[in-house]
């Protein structure tokens, strides 16, 4: 299987600290994908990097991919209370038929 | 809001009923999946179905059975689950199945609770 797993699966951080999430998978991937979950709402998509990608930014996000290592990190700089969520990586499979795999995700809890 | 939406947002249901969970995206999106969320497990995949057929089925039980009757519009019709079945079930949505790189829309759940 080449499901993500995250690690660690909880983190608890102080506003204004930066929260780092990493995420393992097992097989050759097309992309990789993080996603956030507020309680009970669905997941809301945050940001995508492809496997010839190493670094991409999104306003407070940086996400990183090593293939070599076959992993990836989620970097939220600057957390606010309102990042408290939980954040899912999904791999998106190498291959005609590409699928997205989901790990168990990170429960964020940041502390105003 | 994500321009998926489903309802209902709760159900409690016995093991003897049959309801039918929901979904409509407002995006002009060609394919629909149905996932299953359970407490400390990763999303599981349910159904897929791109241009209202249904491409892939991931050995769910019959007791599960899905229905596209345009590419706006995904149900799921339960009847006999077990108390195992509670879980949060997700809608979601892509431009197009076969694509790479396709991002997921996902809808707010359903929360399921069989009694």
């Known amino acids: 299987s080449q499901q993500g797993e995250e690690d660690p699966q909880a983190l608890s951080i102080q506003e204004g600290e930066n929260a780092t999430m990493n995420c393992s998978y097992k097989t050759s991937i097309n992309n990789l994908q993080w996603y956030r979950q507020n309680s009970g709402r669905g997941l809301v998509h945050l940001i995508l990097?492809?496997?010839?990608?190493r670094e991409k930014h999104s306003g407070r996000l940086r996400v990183t991919l090593d293939t070599s290592k076959k992993s990836s990190s989620l970097l939220i700089t600057a957390s606010r209370a309102a990042d408290t969520a939980s954040y899912f990586c999904?791999?998106?499979?190498?291959?005609?038929?590409?699928?997205?795999?989901f790990g168990k995700g990170i429960t964020l809890s940041v502390r105003p | 809001e994500t321009g998926v939406t489903q309802t209902p947002r709760h159900l409690v249901m016995g093991m003897t009923n049959k309801k039918s969970l929901k979904c409509e995206q407002h995006l002009g999106h060609n394919a629909m999946y149905w996932y299953k969320q359970s407490a400390k497990k990763p999303l599981e995949l349910m159904f897929v179905?791109?241009?209202?057929?249904?491409?892939e089925n991931n050995s769910v039980p019959s007791r599960f059975s899905p229905e596209c009757p345009n590419s706006s519009h995904l149900f799921l019709h339960l009847h006999t689950l077990q108390p195992e079945d509670s879980a949060l079930y997700l809608c979601?949505?892509?431009?197009?199945?076969?694509?790479?790189?396709?991002?997921?829309?996902f809808g707010s759940g359903t929360q399921l609770s069989v009694l």
């Open positions: 179905y791109s241009l209202e057929e249904r491409v």
């Open positions: 990097i492809r496997s010839n990608e």
């Open positions: 979601a949505s892509s431009q197009d199945q076969a694509k790479r790189d396709e991002k997921l829309f």
């Open positions: 999904a791999t998106g499979s190498a291959g005609a038929n590409s699928k997205l795999t």
